[in-house]
Structures are given as C-alpha cells and as structure tokens.
Nanobody, 128 residues
C-alpha cells in the first residue's frame, strides 16, 4: 500500500551533481522522519540524510561525509523527497535508498531498523 520509488541516479564525473527523488504514494508523512541511505558493494548500509516533517516546520540532518554539499528537502504538493548532492566524489558511489516512517532522524549505525518503508534503490556511480 505504501510505495517509495527512487529516481535520479546515474553515472557522473567527480565534482558533478545529482538530484535524487523519492516519490511516495499511499503515505502522507506527518510528525515523522524520512531519510536517505546508501550502500556500496560489500559495505554496510548507512544513513546519510534525514528530514523530520513536523506540523510546524522541517528539520534536516546529515552525515558528516555529505554535510555541506547535500540538501534534503520535501515537496508536499508532489509528495516527494529529494536529495541534492554536489561535489560528488568516487566514494559516493553506492546504491541510494529512500526510507520512510521513523520516529526520529538518527543516522548512526543501526538507524535503518527504525524505518518502516523502503524504496528499491537508485544507483549512483562517480568516476574520477
């Protein structure tokens, strides 16, 4: 019933930018956190950004490795979450996943356990 669909991934050169999208259906988040995770080959999945969709405003959270060059946002009209990533690096190469419905925006180890819904992922490949 709840569906999250990511798009916007692709192959880019180091220093380039991408905007990832996560279209949500069957779900209207309120007072909850949505987030972005990524997983490289042979690596653990890690939370990289979260946005808390409060009734009075939004709060955003970032992992140190992407903070300062990434922006997470939410478009209520489109029911879509975005992740803009600039200054891409080869180490950003991974499958990126959209996640929804966490009571908080904790991004540390094990954070994925807090999210109830997941998208299928979109691949990001950054070449040097």
């Amino acid at each position: 019933q709840v569906q999250l669909v990511e798009s916007g991934g692709g192959s880019v050169q180091a220093g380039g930018s991408l905007r990832l999208s996560c279209a949500a259906s069957g779900y209207a988040p309120s007072r909850t956190c949505m987030g972005w995770f990524r997983q490289g080959p042979g690596k653990e999945r890690e939370g990289i950004a979260g946005i808390y969709l409060g009734t009075g405003g939004y709060g955003t959270y970032y992992r140190d490795s992407v903070k300062g060059r990434s922006t997470i946002s939410w478009d209520t009209a489109k029911n879509t979450m975005y992740l803009q990533v600039n200054s891409l690096k080869p180490e950003d190469t991974a499958m990126y996943f959209c996640a929804a419905e966490s009571p908080n925006c904790w991004l540390g180890h094990g954070a994925e356990r807090n999210f109830a819904y997941w998208g299928q992922g979109t691949q990001v490949s950054v070449s040097s």
